[in-house]
Each structure stands twice: as structure tokens, then as C-alpha cells.
């Protein structure tokens, strides 16, 4: 066991040291940003029309589906513009239901905190502190080697999370990451994969997938949500200079810095148009939801 923990320790070492350069690698990018989310209900009291980040939820409808589709554009090291185009879904306030949504497709894998600075990440320059490393698994042939390599807190907290990491090996950069957490109110799990080593969007998430479950007062709510990135142009730094100058400047409250618009066409109720956008299917359960909404509205 032992060997095994000082083999990832010594690869995460390495990972730690390259991920501050890779954090900043990318000047700017614009892309297509489709995400789709599934909310259940399932339990739910006349709190839960208090809360201020919940929509109102419909008599007898427990579940509820929305799609958006958005041009997304990033400016190092922290601005994201994004703008809705289109969405479809069985509630008109589904996207407003948490303020907090977008920072979960907002990940920069290589920061040393996750969700606007909530939490620790296992990457973070400190991060040997406060978690556990073990080998799980190592994929591919020599040239290509991958290591999967899992992460436990060394204590409970919740700024703390749980999960694995891809790796690959040489250039130690990321190819795919889980982490779990919760807080007071929220418990989640977020997948992140990342492009392939050689690919302009090596350094950038071309997918996430949040599940999450909120509880407050007696009431409980599953949310689900599936993204995908589609990238446009992708603009990297050029000298390194640049990178280690911005390494140095101190990550700060990104609150300011997240605007969202929304065209004024975009809530499209048309499902056929956006058969054409989506880059994944509906499942067939989806496909109910929508047609049982398209009664209730």
C-alpha cells in the first residue's frame, strides 16, 4: 500500500507543480455552451415557495427539464460572458432557480479552488495538507500512460472534497476529474472531462456533469445537469513570461466578473429548433417530461 501512496504523492507533485502554468495557459476562447437540467421534487412544503433561489413549482409536477443554449466568451484570467440564444424547458424560471448554477460550469481545473473559491482544490499548492492520495489505476500503453488517482480529505470539512483524478503522464495535465462535497444545504458531485494532450482544447472542459440534492425545512431537491462545451476559437498564451507574471496575481471575489444576458427571442418554446442545437439526445424519459409540460402550460 505504502508504495502505492508515495508513487501518487510523487506524481501529484508534479501535476501541483505544472497546474498554476496550465491554469493560465488560455488568453480567451469563445464557445458553444449547451446544458441541459432535470429537476425532481421530492419533498417539498410551502417553504419551499420562500426560498429565494427556487422557481415556483407547479401543482402536481414534480419534475421539471430545461435546455439552454449559449454563446460563451472567456477573457483570462476570470471574465465570462455568456449569453443565452435559445432554451426550451417545462418551467420559464427553471435557469433563474439558483443564482449559483453557472459556477459549476465555470471550472478551471488548475486553480487551487473550485466554485468561485468555496473550496480547496486537491491541486492547490498546499493541497498535500489537507489530502490523501492513492493510486487507483494506470491506463494505457507506455507512450500514452494515464493514472488515476484518487483523493480523500484528511478531515471532514466542507471546503473539502472527495474523488479522482486523470492524469496523464509527462505533461501532467488532466483528462477527466470527479469531486464530491456538500454544505449546510447542498450535497453534490461534479465530472469534469477535459480535451485530449495535443488538442487545442487540451487545457479546457468539454463536458461537466453536476448532480446535486438540496435540503432545507423538510424539503428535498434532486437537480441534474449535463453540459457541453463546443469551442470556437481558442487563444493561447505566448511567452511564458506572460504566464508566470498572472501566476502571481491573487485570485479575487469573480462574482463581479459573471455577466449573463439573455436575447429577448431566446426562451424559444419551439422543441423542433432545438433538436437541431442539441449535441445529445434526449433520453426517452425526457422526451415524456416534455410532452406531459407541453399539457400542463
Given amino acids: ?24 495557459i488560455i488568453e480567451s476562447y469563445k464557445a458553444e455552451l449547451y446544458i441541459k437540467g432535470w429537476v425532481n421534487i421530492r419533498k417539498k412544503n410551502h417553504i419551499l415557495r420562500y426560498i429565494p433561489s427556487m422557481f415556483r ?9 430545461m435546455e439552454t443554449y449559449s454563446d460563451l466568451h472567456f477573457t483570462a484570467p476570470d471574465i465570462y460572458d455568456q449569453k443565452v440564444k435559445a432554451s426550451v424547458g417545462t418551467a420559464s424560471e427553471f435557469w433563474e432557480m439558483d443564482g449559483r448554477l453557472p459556477e459549476y460550469f465555470h471550472i478551471n481545473i488548475y486553480s487551487s479552488t473550485l466554485l468561485y473559491d468555496k473550496l480547496l482544490s486537491p491541486l492547490a499548492p498546499n493541497a498535500k495538507k489537507y489530502y490523501t492520495y492513492r493510486i487507483d489505476t494506470v491506463m494505457g500503453e507506455r507512450h500514452a500512460r494515464q493514472y488515476k488517482i484518487r483523493f480523500m480529505p484528511k478531515s471532514k470539512s ?6 479522482y483524478l486523470i492524469v496523464s503522464d509527462n505533461v501532467w495535465s488532466v483528462r477527466e476529474m470527479r469531486f464530491s462535497g456538500r454544505n449546510e444545504m447542498v450535497r453534490f458531485n461534479n465530472l469534469v472531462k477535459m480535451g485530449n494532450v495535443g488538442d487545442s482544447d487540451e487545457f479546457l472542459p468539454l463536458q461537466y456533469d453536476v448532480d446535486a440534492t438540496f435540503r432545507f425545512l423538510g ?15 481558442i487563444i493561447q498564451k505566448t511567452s511564458g513570461s506572460d ?4 501566476v502571481k496575481k491573487s485570485k479575487y471575489d469573480l462574482s463581479d466578473s459573471y455577466t449573463l444576458r439573455t436575447d429577448t427571442n431566446a426562451y424559444l418554446r419551439d422543441t423542433a429548433y432545438f433538436k ?3 449535441p445529445i439526445p434526449l433520453t426517452p424519459h425526457e422526451e415524456t417530461l416534455y410532452q406531459l409540460s407541453l399539457i400542463h402550460i
Fill in 158 to 163: 466542507f471546503q473539502l472534497v472527495g474523488g
Fill in 57 to 65: 413549482p407547479k401543482k402536481g409536477v414534480r419534475e421539471y427539464m
Fill in 219 to 233: 424539503n428535498v431537491v434532486d437537480g441534474t445537469y449535463e453540459a457541453v462545451l463546443d469551442y470556437k476559437n
Fill in 243 to 246: 504566464i508566470r507574471r498572472s
Fill in 276 to 278: 437541431t442545437l442539441r
Fill in 1 to 24: 500500500v505504502n508504495k502505492h501512496v508515495s508513487s501518487a504523492d510523487s506524481i501529484m507533485e508534479k501535476v501541483i507543480f505544472f497546474a498554476p502554468l496550465y491554469e493560465r
